[in-house]
C-alpha cells in the first residue's frame, strides 16, 4: 500500500482515468450542463496530472501548484462563462439540448 | 442533478489526491472553488435550464453516441496508459522541497506575477461577460410580451391612462 501510494503510475492512471471519463460524458451528454460537468472533470484530470509531475520529478515543489491554481481559476471563469450562455440559450430556444441549437449547421 | 452530485463527490476524491500529493493547501482549495463554488454555480443551471420532457425520444441517435462515446473513450485509455507504462519518468535534481504556502505565495508574486494579474483580469472579463450574456435578450422578452398585451387589447394600465 506504501508502494501504491508513493508511485508516480498510480496519479498519472488516475488523471487519465479523470480525463478518459470526462471525453466518455462530453460525447455521451445531451444537455449543455452534462458537458459543462464532463469539462471540469477535464481539467481536474490535468490538475492531478500537475500535481503528480510536480510531486515526483520537478526541481521546485511550488511550480506545479502554482499551475494547478491556474487551472481552478480558469475553470471558475469557464463555469460561469457557460452557464450565462446556458441561460441565454434556453431563453432563445426554450431548451438546452445542442442538437436543437444548430442555426449555424450546415 | 444526480450528475452534479456525483461531480461534487469526484471533486472530493480529487482533493484526497492532492492531499496524497503532499499539498494541504491545494485540497482546501480544491474543496472550496469547486465543491463550494463550481457545483453550486451548476445547480444554479439546472434550476433555470432543466427541461426532463424532451430527453427520451431519439433512442438510435443515442446508442450510436454512446458507441462513439465509449470507442473514444477507451482507445485514449489504452493509448495513454500505454505511453505511461513505457515511458521511464526521470526525476530531475530536487533543489528544495518546500512545500510550505509561504514559498507558494512567493513564487506568486515574484516569478509568476504577470500571469497572476493576467488570470485576475481574465477573472474579472469573465465575470462581466457572463454579466452581459445573462442579461442580453431580456428586452426583447419584455417587449414580445408587451407586443402580445397590446395586441390582445386588455392592457391593464390603459384604464390608468
Redo the contacts between chains.
Sequence with gaps: MMMLSNNLNTYLILGVFLLVAGIYGLIQHKSFIGMLVSTELVLNGAGVNFMAFNRFLAPDPAVGQVITLFIMGIAAAEAAIVVSFILAVFRRYQSIDPNEVKELHG | MH??LG?AV??LG?AG??F????M??TL??IL??VG??CI??V???M????PT??AD?TIK?WR??F???F???T??LL??AC??KTD???????????SIT??G???LYT?CL?FEL?SI??LV??I???I??R???ED?YKTIEHLRSAKGNYPNDDAQ
Design positions: 450528475t452534479v461531480l469526484a471533486f480529487t489526491i492532492y496524497y500529493l503532499g499539498s493547501f491545494l482549495m480544491q472553488i469547486y463554488a463550481i454555480v451548476l444554479f443551471g439546472i433555470v435550464g432543466y427541461t424532451e430527453v431519439k443515442d453516441n454512446k462513439l462515446a465509449i473514444s473513450a477507451t485514449a485509455f495513454l496508459i505511461v507504462l519518468w526521470v526525476p530531475a535534481l530536487a533543489e528544495n522541497r518546500d512545500f514559498h507558494l512567493e513564487e506568486f509568476y500571469a488570470i481574465v477573472l469573465a465575470i461577460g457572463s454579466i450574456l445573462a442580453g435578450g431580456r422578452e
